[in-house]
């Protein structure tokens, strides 16, 4: 299950004005967002491990949730003695089908004598590799890689099928949206270059692109800090943040600063 994180942007712009008495510079606040995929069991059981935190960077395929195994490991080793059992069957009856074709006065078989034991083999692996399957899902492992945004799970609780144990956010695919006000809108183009800049690496610029431009404006989302601004027409507009450095994380506060006297 994919789900992208909206967290709203605050609008707010300098006062850098170019020749012709324009503001030139439009600097927005929000917050880096990631694709995220939640981790959850696709059989319930009791959680015997949780291999990572919340924080954690994790490589696509590393072991992050290990489920108690302890019956299906029994119906295992059942089902493993039923398919040497049935092996053992075959092998005796194709013995005896060869020892009975030696004989002159041996009458000829209506059917393959290793017919129905044969069958029964099959059978028998069939039902060892269904329950290999259901060990093997009893591992969980991280689809992607990325960062562990949330944990919602610890050892000895019980995973329902289905329920998000861990949400997973892809560092290599990081977005942020902030809020333009109404009078800028027509200023902003899709492709459009701009800067961001986060607390952590204050002396640092990080490059970024508008992706997407909302069609209609709504007023400023209620986690803008003034009733001033929350009451402000504004449309949203979605970057997309160039993470080669692989120093953003999902979460982190963030300027964006379009320069308009370039147009």
Do not use: C
């Amino acid at each position: 299950m994919l789900v992208v994180a909206v967290i709203a942007g605050a609008v707010w712009w300098a006062i850098g004005r170019d020749g012709a008495g324009e503001e030139a510079v439009l600097e927005a606040s929000g917050t880096i967002e990631a694709m995220e995929v939640d981790v959850a069991a696709e059989i319930g059981g009791r959680v015997v491990a949780v291999e990572v935190e919340e924080g954690d960077e994790v490589a696509a395929g590393d072991v992050v949730v290990r489920l108690d195994t302890a019956l299906l490991d029994a119906q295992r080793a059942q089902a493993q003695l039923a398919v040497d059992v049935a092996k053992d069957a075959v092998a005796a009856t194709a013995a005896q089908a060869r020892a009975g074709a030696g004989s002159i006065n041996a009458p000829a078989p209506a059917a393959s004598p290793t017919g129905s034991t044969a069958r029964q083999a099959a059978a028998a692996e069939a039902a060892l590799a269904i329950l290999d399957v259901q060990l093997d899902k009893l591992t969980l492992r991280a689809p992607i890689t990325g960062v562990v945004l949330a944990r919602a799970i610890q050892p000895g609780e019980v995973a329902l099928p289905g329920a998000p144990l861990l949400v997973i956010g892809r560092t290599d695919d990081l977005t942020i949206t902030v809020y333009v006000a109404e009078d800028r809108y027509g200023r902003i183009d899709l492709g459009e270059k701009a800067e961001l800049r986060v607390d952590a690496f204050p002396t640092q610029t990080f490059d970024a692109r508008v992706v997407h431009i909302d069609e209609t404006a709504q007023f400023t989302p209620r986690n803008v800090q003034t009733a001033a601004g929350r009451r402000s027409t504004v449309y949203g507009v979605r970057l997309r943040v160039d993470n080669k450095r692989d120093r953003l994380k999902p979460g982190m506060p963030a300027d964006v600063t379009f320069d308009e006297s370039s147009e």
